[in-house]
């Protein structure tokens, strides 16, 4: 028997970054038993990656389906998906909202709110959710839930006596929410009766199952045995498994009805086939397909390459399954010269880029080289002949092209180059307006507005080049503004600058992994800072090794790695041949992640010694 | 014989006896102190393997050890007459035995030089008598200058061994050493630098802090010392520790060195024939045994495989004065595209030469060979 659709409630959990959404969540999965209780309060079984577990923040979004037994004595099905906080994130929320009626908007009871709440919130707003205001932490000596709550009403214009008060760690507040969500959120829409559709919101590769998608119905039912048709690919596959998750995979009998959410397997085993998004239908009965999401483009590319025991192909196979998991990550080849062919992808931040790296690295057991992170520049080319190159008054119409990597900035000249630019708000207190006004004025931002959230707490307003935000502006704001700092931005536009890019020759050889392109002013500075880290990570070759940074033929900035000072390896009187060449391969295999630049053996670390040089150059 | 059939061919034999009247403590060759009463039965099995072999004809025969000339003469009369009786040699062969000054005598090598060995290896280490108690060798200086007569007398061609890079080895030592080449005539030198190898005395004795390895600089030159000493002398060096008038090159080991195949016997002797390469029994007890029960008396095979000759084709060829051929890299399968970059990078900085489809190591490279063939070699 399926279960009633007016007795279903589909809802996720949406905050800034740490404002307690795991541990809400695990509480509510303890409050209507799909979870016991644990003495291990700091560990969500939510998030079960070891990296997230390792950070404490969430990365993938999470559906779990709990039963809970209302006061009006009916049995609901609630299912929740908990949503990381972190900007770089933020297509997880996106994705999950679309799979929901409403949402939980947690505000953390001290902190107050912040960049993410914001955004989050006005995603869900979007969406047409029902949005209930959560302050959690109430325990918290510093909570201050009053004014808070004017905060809610102010930036937010939410009714703030809405609000539950909560504190997820004390278990304060978990039956109101419970109950508000069963008597606020509307049951799904849908007609179980109509024909058959899906959104796959999530997929994974897994490598007994094959592919399992993460599916929300819409209209319709699904069962085990039935053939079903992935629309956008029109391939048909015939449902193997299928179930809800608790948060483990637990299979249903009965099926799946329109408003339900949970898993589907279908030994699919093509990632091509899958596509995030997609919309699932029945092979004899089909239906049309649901709106699928919103691209995400990528704010950040880098060069991901095989190093080491790691294969090229190896390393394609582990991305094309990555990237079934992670719907905002990209990726296409690319050839990087010294480097070899590997991959040139895009992610949404930073932190997304480490994430990915490590997670490829992890789930993959890879080796790979890091190219140094680089935003999507547009580039002016100059001299245009063909008649439709004219503009209407003659003059000629630029013609140009976008670049993800310096080395596609053309050698022999340009007209000029175009950067992104973004609207970044921060929301600090206001004795920190100075620093961070500081700190932006130095990394080319223009001042747009300043605003206050009540007396102690301001917006600032700022537009900047995106670049200038992606290397380490996140942790300069945390540590100029002692944690209470908070930003978030939305790319609007591209703008003129003069920006060059920097070589780096190692042993005259220009190394497109390492170059950058930076403001003319930077440029030394950040050439320097290069060159230097890269000093102390490659190690003594048996000559000296030249280090150069340069724009075009000028050189700006040079090192040396003077050669070792030579070991006698000449003594080995012969013996055992098998046993001496063991020696030297274990010897090679010491430089087992090490990259070929020309003749000298460039270490992995320092291709990151090379971001680690940006944050470090202040 | 039924294990002879489909035994590849090859142009080289080693033999091993293992016997020592003490083990020297320094030496991790496979070697024991004692044990005459076993002697008869050894060379009993060695001819039994040695039968096994295909007939040959072979270019290069070696005793080695070990100490062959501690086998009483009675005995070494038998092993060297049985060899003769299984063994084809062909034209212009090369049989090599090696000799220990404490056990070498007149009659020893005219036994050798009657059976067909023609040339004679000594194991001199040095020509001071306090460095040879150091070493712990069981003949004296004088022992040494008697030895190589006697050879010089009973055989066309004797090299003599030298370890130089003792800790209380000084320059006038070694070129007293040196100057035994050119005193006695010889046209072959082995010259190695003492390495500590673990599992000898010597080397528990550095770790106790009791001996010391010499500075690099000390090393770096004393190598330098010796090359110029030999190559003044007309003896050439066409392997790190090895050097000879031109033509006068040990064939054997040159054989090693180029790849080729080769066969063996004995206890703990090593064969490499078609990409396999097989050890036997180390125990001369457990050799025996396995022999005379019928069986091969194997301790360990190992297959040598593309990646594992490529690697052997840069580690051996790099020894060489005639260093690597670029032909032999690419046969397996090493393409210049890869390894050209970093010769050249090492060319300019005077380390190896490419020249004439070879890659060789230069004097200043030779110091550090390892170095050069772990950046060369593919991974
Ligand atoms: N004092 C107190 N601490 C809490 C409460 N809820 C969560 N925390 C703590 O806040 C920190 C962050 O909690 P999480 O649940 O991981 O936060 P999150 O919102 O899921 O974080 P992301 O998923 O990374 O955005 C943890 O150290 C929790 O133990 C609460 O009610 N009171
Ligand atoms: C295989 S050994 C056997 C020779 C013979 N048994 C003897 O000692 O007279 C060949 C040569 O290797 C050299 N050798 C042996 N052990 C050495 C060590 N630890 N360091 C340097 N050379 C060594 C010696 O010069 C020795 O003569
Ligand atoms: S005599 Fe030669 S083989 Fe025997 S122990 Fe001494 S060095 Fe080793
Ligand atoms: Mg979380």
């Not at chain 1, 190690?539 to 724009?551: G, S």
Request: charged residues 25%.
């Amino acid at each position: 028997m399926p279960h009633p659709q007016h007795l279903i409630r589909n809802f996720c959990i949406i905050a800034h970054i740490d404002h307690g959404k795991s541990t809400l969540a695990e509480r509510l999965l303890q409050a209507t038993g799909a979870m016991k209780e644990r003495d291990d309060k700091d560990l969500t079984v939510l998030d079960g990656m070891d990296l997230e577990r390792e950070r404490g923040i969430t990365i993938k979004a999470k559906a779990v389906c709990l039963w809970y037994k209302h006061k009006d004595g009916q049995l609901y099905q609630l299912n929740l998906i908990d949503t990381p906080g972190h900007v770089d994130f933020s297509y997880e929320v996106t994705r999950s909202l679309q799979a929901c009626e409403g949402c939980l908007l947690v505000v953390d009871a001290s902190q107050g709110v912040q960049a993410q709440t914001v955004a989050n919130y006005l995603l869900a707003v979007e969406q047409n959710l029902v949005v209930i205001p959560t302050l959690n932490k109430i325990d918290l000596p510093s909570a201050r839930p009053d004014l808070i709550c004017a905060e809610i009403e102010e930036s937010l214009a939410l009714d703030s006596s809405l609000a539950i008060r909560a504190s997820a760690k004390q278990g304060i507040g978990i039956t109101e929410i419970l109950e508000a969500v069963v008597e606020r959120i509307p049951p799904p829409a849908g007609e179980r009766g109509d024909r058959t559709q899906a959104l796959i919101f999530d997929a994974i590769y897994d490598d007994y199952r094959g592919i399992i998608l993460y599916i929300r119905l819409k209209n319709g039912g699904l069962h085990k045995g039935d053939r079903i048709r992935l629309i956008r690919s029109t391939k048909t596959y015939e449902i193997s498994d299928i179930g809800r998750l608790r948060p483990q995979m637990v299979p249903a009998p009965e099926g799946l009805c329109a408003g339900e959410v949970g898993f589907i397997c279908a030994a699919i085993k093509a990632l091509t086939d899958v596509k995030v998004g997609d919309t699932i239908t029945l092979e004899d009965a089909q239906a049309l397909p649901l709106p699928g999401f919103r691209e995400m483009k990528p704010m950040v590319y880098c060069g991901l390459y095989p190093s080491g025991e790691s294969t090229y192909d190896q390393l394609r196979e582990a991305v094309e399954k990555f990237s079934l998991n992670d719907a905002s990550f990209r990726w296409s080849p690319e050839s990087g010269g010294a480097l070899g062919h590997g991959f040139r992808c895009g992610f949404l931040g930073m932190l997304h880029m480490e994430i990915c790296q490590e997670r490829l690295e992890r789930e993959f057991d890879l080796d790979m080289v890091q190219t140094a992170p680089t935003v999507t520049y547009v580039v002016n080319l100059r001299g245009a002949l063909a008649p439709d190159e004219f503009e209407k008054d003659g003059t000629v119409k630029p013609r140009s092209i976008e670049i993800t990597t310096p080395g596609e900035l053309p050698r022999d000249g340009y007209d000029s180059i175009e950067e992104p630019m973004v609207m970044i708000n921060f929301m600090l207190p206001a004795d920190k307006i100075g620093a961070v006004m500081q700190l932006v004025s130095d990394r080319r931002g223009e001042f747009q507005k300043q605003e206050y959230l009540g007396t102690a707490r301001c917006v600032l307003t700022y537009k900047m080049p995106l670049a200038e935000v992606i290397y380490d502006l996140f942790d300069k704001l945390k540590s100029v503004t002692q944690g209470y700092g908070t930003m978030d931005y939305e790319f609007c536009g591209y703008q003129k600058a003069d920006l060059v890019r920097v070589d780096i020759l190692v042993h005259n050889n220009p190394c497109d992994a390492l170059a950058f392109i930076c403001h003319k002013t930077n440029a030394e500075y950040r050439g320097r800072a290069i060159i230097k880290a890269l000093k102390e990570e490659i190690p003594k070759h048996l000559f000296e090794v030249a280090l150069q940074a340069a724009i075009g033929t000028r050189v700006i900035a040079r090192e040396t790695i003077k050669s070792v000072g030579k070991n006698v390896t000449a003594k080995c009187y012969g013996g055992d041949v098998t046993r001496k060449r063991k020696l030297l391969e274990k010897q090679k295999e010491g430089k087992k992640r090490m990259k070929m630049i020309g003749s000298v053996e460039v270490p992995q670390a320092a291709f990151m010694a090379v971001l680690k040089s940006r944050s470090e150059s202040e | 014989m039924a294990l002879t059939a489909g035994m590849p061919p090859a142009r080289h034999l080693y033999i091993h006896v293992p016997y020592c009247v003490a083990k020297c403590p320094y030496c991790d060759f496979n070697s024991i102190a004692g044990r005459d009463a076993e002697h008869a039965a050894y060379v009993t099995a060695l001819l039994i393997e040695v039968q096994r072999l295909p007939r040959g004809p072979y270019d290069t025969l070696f005793i080695g050890g070990g100490t062959p000339t501690l086998l009483a003469p009675a005995l070494l009369a038998r092993l060297l007459s049985g060899l003769r009786s299984h063994l084809d040699l062909a034209e212009g062969y090369e049989w090599t035995c090696e000799a220990n000054p404490g056990s070498s005598d007149a009659e020893r090598f005219a036994l050798m030089a009657e059976h067909g060995v023609n040339r004679l290896s000594l194991g001199v280490q040095s020509t001071q008598d306090r460095l040879l108690r150091f070493l712990g060798r069981v003949h004296s200086a004088h022992d040494a200058e008697v030895a190589i007569a006697l050879a010089k007398a009973a055989v066309p061609r004797v090299s003599a061994d030298l370890i130089m890079g003792l800790p209380d080895q000084g320059e006038d030592d070694l070129l007293a050493d040196l100057a035994l080449y050119r005193r006695h005539g010889l046209e072959h030198a082995s010259v190695y630098h003492l390495t500590y190898e673990p599992g000898t005395e010597f080397h528990a004795r550095r770790a106790r802090g009791e001996l010391a390895d010499i500075s690099v600089q000390q090393s770096r030159r004393l190598f330098d010392f010796a090359w110029d000493a030999l190559e003044g002398q007309g003896l050439v060096a066409y392997e790190t520790s090895n050097f000879a008038r031109p033509g006068q090159e040990s064939r054997h080991n040159l054989g090693y060195w180029r790849q080729r195949d080769y066969h063996a016997a004995g206890a703990g002797a090593v064969s490499t024939l078609e990409g396999v390469r097989t050890t036997r029994e180390k125990h001369p007890e457990r050799y025996i045994e396995g022999i005379l029960a019928g069986g091969a008396a194997i301790w360990k095979s190992e297959v040598i495989g593309r990646r594992e000759q490529l690697t052997e084709a840069w580690m051996l060829g790099l020894r060489l004065a005639e260093g690597v051929s670029v032909s032999r890299l690419e046969a397996l399968g090493d393409q210049a595209a890869r390894w050209r970059p970093l010769g050249e990078a090492l060319a300019r900085e005077g380390l190896v030469h490419l020249h004439d489809g070879r890659i060789r190591l230069t004097r200043a490279g030779r110091i550090v060979q390892d170095e050069v063939t772990v950046y060369l070699m593919p991974r």
